[in-house]
């Protein structure tokens, strides 16, 4: 007697037509195996004939009339069967999940200065931005959630500069991660490359309406004019009170917004000046670009370090500087089946 899968699985062709009574005369105890391992064989019409006996006769079949190993192969083919029933199964739950995430509403939820009361209006004056990324902060990591932001910068603006942050981003790593010097670098460097190779395509889906354009903050910080910049900020920082109150500010909300450092090993002089340089270099940065016309920035969140000098509280910064127009975007969480938004910021 030959029983198992490798017999019917290159039989069930020869089974079209036969009625089901001869079935088990020509393949004794083994359709019957089959029907329930195989959902294509369910669907002949043949096995869906006899499904409602399927059941019955799998209950009342004598296992031991196999030899030992048959058993051990069945058992084998069984798990693996179930196994790919609980994949699909948690595929599909996956999916639906998925299917859930409905995605975020962009709004603009402040324009700095304050005297462009009619951000909708006044911010159509600006044909093109600066979009700053702030490596593996949460608006950035989920494409959503950036998505989001480029579809709303596409209807705002004809072009835009997608300024990725991968040079100071090697702070952020000694202080999240203890990572130091060349080796911050270089993981800062390609933490940044990943990001464009990620999604290039994403920016892509919306150039028709916008030129996206990457850049560098590495290529960036090594221009003559960004070293004068950083010069300019670090002596603003210790020499003008107004100016080193704002950037201590900023520093402080730096290491506590909510990531853990890594204190043990940084202490708290080496943390300031990390989070101090972070700002300083970015800010120059901003200069760079603000000097070659790039006047709006957009952010995904508030910088109140960056609100303060576009409202012209702090003229002592470079002039370039002063002209930045800061817009700070608001995400909402969309709920495609009640229509409701809810704030994810």
């Known amino acids: 007697?030959?029983?198992?899968?490798?017999?019917?699985?290159?039989?069930?062709?020869?089974?079209?037509?036969?009625?089901?009574?001869?079935?088990?005369?020509?393949?004794?105890n083994t359709i019957f195996i089959i029907c329930l391992l195989s959902d294509s064989f369910q669907k002949h019409p043949t096995?869906?004939?006899?499904?409602?006996?399927?059941?019955?006769?799998?209950?009342?079949?004598?296992?031991?009339?196999?030899?030992?190993?048959?058993?051990?192969?069945?058992?084998?083919?069984?798990?693996?069967?179930?196994?790919?029933?609980?994949?699909?199964?948690?595929?599909?739950?996956?999916?639906?999940?998925?299917?859930?995430?409905?995605?975020?509403?962009?709004?603009?939820?402040?324009?700095?200065?304050?005297?462009?009361?009619?951000?909708?209006?006044?911010?159509?004056?600006?044909?093109?931005?600066?979009?700053?990324?702030?490596?593996?902060g949460k608006n950035f990591v989920d494409s959503k959630r950036l998505e989001a932001c480029i579809k709303w910068i596409s209807k705002n603006f004809k072009g835009c500069v997608v300024l990725v942050s991968d040079s100071i981003y090697r702070l952020t790593m000694e202080v999240r991660q203890g990572i130091k010097g060349n080796e911050a670098w270089l993981e800062a460097i390609r933490a940044g490359e990943e990001f464009v190779n990620e999604n290039g395509l994403l920016f892509e889906q919306y150039s028709e309406s916008c030129q996206f354009e990457f850049r560098m903050a590495s290529e960036i910080g090594k221009r003559s004019d960004f070293n004068i910049y950083y010069e300019e900020l670090q002596n603003l920082y210790q020499k003008n009170e107004s100016f080193q109150t704002m950037v201590n500010s900023f520093a402080q909300k730096y290491l506590n917004r909510g990531e853990e450092v890594v204190t043990e090993q940084l202490g708290e002089l080496r943390q300031k000046y990390l989070a101090t340089t972070y700002l300083l270099e970015e800010s120059a940065l901003f200069t760079c670009l603000a000097k070659e016309g790039w006047l709006a920035f957009v952010y995904p969140g508030s910088i109140k370090t960056f609100e303060e000098i576009s409202e012209g509280l702090h003229p002592e910064v470079p002039e370039a500087l002063k002209q930045m127009i800061w817009v700070s975007l608001r995400l909402k969480k969309r709920n495609a089946k009640s229509g409701n938004e809810n704030e994810n910021n």
């Not at 198992?4 to 009625?19: A, D, F």
């Open 1 to 28: 007697m030959c029983c198992g899968v490798s017999l019917i699985s290159y039989r069930v062709g020869s089974l079209r037509g036969k009625p089901k009574e001869k079935l088990g005369k020509e393949y004794p």
């Open 47 to 136: 096995a869906m004939s006899i499904n409602k006996d399927q059941e019955k006769i799998i209950e009342n079949f004598d296992w031991s009339q196999l030899p030992l190993e048959r058993l051990k192969l069945l058992q084998s083919q069984i798990s693996q069967a179930i196994n790919l029933k609980m994949q699909d199964l948690q595929l599909t739950e996956n999916t639906a999940n998925l299917n859930e995430n409905y995605g975020y509403k962009v709004s603009v939820a402040k324009v700095f200065p304050h005297s462009l009361n009619n951000c909708r209006t006044s911010l159509s004056d600006y044909q093109k931005c600066v979009f700053m990324t702030s490596l593996g």
